[in-house]
């Protein structure tokens, strides 16, 4: 059986990205809109609902004129899923990139890449960089999959989930329900403090800081606001009764769903956990083809 076919151009790539990369940044995806739209029908707290209501309005607007959905536009993070006979060359890769930049320009991204050598990016004295294309993006996550494609996942990650966000060990003493418990405390926390909520918590299980990073990522990608495991409807719900509420006002709607991912585990007493509180209009995604199942 040969690889996938080089069916599509390196521009055809390009804007390809270009274009997802814009979706991303200013789209519902239709799963995220009926949950906003569940959470509004079932809040009592008035202020809880106008803000319920706002954001998914603002969600609308973004949609139709594909602008950012939030003023932190965010930072570029791509999952690439390759069949088994997909191949991934690296002036793909270079089309990948490009494609990101363009689609920065356009969205267009907000201007937030530090210029300057190792100390200067770390301290912030190396200047601003004015063009939205210096956002860098982040490394590539790259993982298999069963039909024959390449597919990309692109996510626009916001400054405040990540300042909100928490990757260190629980030790589990053999009962699962003791993670939850450290998962649920966790959340409180950073959503209370994230102020742009309802979130979505987005939650790594794994054996190292890189592991469980790497799957709290592929749980955005693969979650669905309608349908959740028995464990993620226990987080969300137990969240949901503290009343934090959209924006800390009270309410139904601390947090929409938990989309969480459980990776290989060791014989050991800890579990490495990555608990990130995305905020109300998070996760942005888009997903494109960039190859399809045609072969040689």
């Not at 063009?131 to 993982?143: D, H």
Request: glycine share 10%.
């Amino acid at each position: 059986m040969g690889a996938v076919s080089m069916s599509k151009s390196y521009e055809e790539i390009v804007v390809l990205i270009r274009d997802a990369l814009v979706d991303a940044g200013s789209t519902f995806r239709g799963d995220k809109k009926r949950a906003y739209r569940r959470a509004i029908a079932a809040e009592t707290n008035e202020k809880a609902k106008w803000v319920l209501e706002t954001i998914l309005e603002n969600a609308e607007a973004a949609e139709k004129n594909h602008s950012p959905l939030c003023d932190d536009t965010g930072i570029p993070h791509m999952v690439l899923e390759v069949g088994p006979d997909a191949a991934v060359t690296g002036r793909m890769l270079d089309a990948v990139r490009e494609g990101v930049a363009e689609g920065l320009r356009k969205l267009p991204g907000r201007p937030m890449g530090i210029m300057g050598d190792d100390s200067h990016r770390i301290d912030q004295s190396g200047g601003l960089n004015p063009n939205s294309a210096g956002v860098e993006p982040a490394p590539i996550l790259i993982r298999r999959c069963e039909e024959n494609v390449l597919r990309l996942h692109i996510l626009m990650f916001g400054g405040g989930p990540a300042i909100r966000a928490k990757t260190y060990r629980v030790f589990h003493k053999h009962n699962t329900q003791v993670v939850l418990n450290e998962i649920v405390e966790w959340a409180k926390e950073g959503v209370a403090q994230l102020g742009c909520s309802p979130c979505t918590l987005a939650v790594g299980i794994g054996r190292s800081h890189f592991e469980a990073a790497a799957l709290m990522l592929q749980a955005q990608v693969d979650g669905n606001y309608d349908t959740q495991s028995e464990m993620e409807k226990e987080i969300t719900r137990r969240i949901n009764d503290a009343d934090i509420g959209p924006l800390g006002l009270h309410g139904k709607t601390s947090v929409l769903a938990t989309f969480m991912k459980v990776g290989p585990q060791r014989a050991s007493g800890v579990r490495i956990v990555c608990v990130r509180p995305t905020c109300c209009f998070e996760p942005r995604i888009a997903t494109v083809e960039l190859e399809d199942e045609s072969r040689d």
